[in-house]
Nanobody
């Protein structure tokens, strides 16, 4: 059973930074894609960023230049650095990983709240 555990959310003011981490219970080397999604109240879950097995990344336009995804295979973690946060970044952030076999796994979510 694959488990993903997020950490690092919180309440910050606009312009500040946060770092989110997602720890997997298995080696992340076995995953085809890893990434982060977010869901704001009353809105659909949306893609924030993904990182492919080969290292390629795909960022949502709204976060380009402000958010950075990275991975540590040895620690089986994927990290999202959030800089220059805006109130519209407020959401529950979810870690997502898709295995090479095509199975999708989600974390429980971590709340990010940005005050103006």
């Amino acid at each position: 059973q694959v488990q993903l555990v997020e950490s690092g959310g919180g309440l910050v003011q606009a312009g500040e930074s946060l770092r989110l981490s997602c720890a997997a219970s298995v080696s992340i080397f076995s995953f085809y894609t890893m990434g982060w999604y977010r869901q704001a109240p009353g809105k659909q879950r949306e893609l924030v960023v993904t990182i492919m097995h080969g290292g390629g990344t795909d960022y949502a336009d709204s976060v380009k230049g402000r958010f950075t995804i990275s991975r540590d295979v040895a620690k089986s973690t994927v990290t999202l650095q959030l800089n220059s946060l805006k109130p519209e970044d407020t959401a529950v952030y979810y870690c997502n990983m898709i295995s090479i076999a095509g199975n999708a796994y989600w974390g429980q979510g971590t709340q990010v709240t940005v005050s103006s």
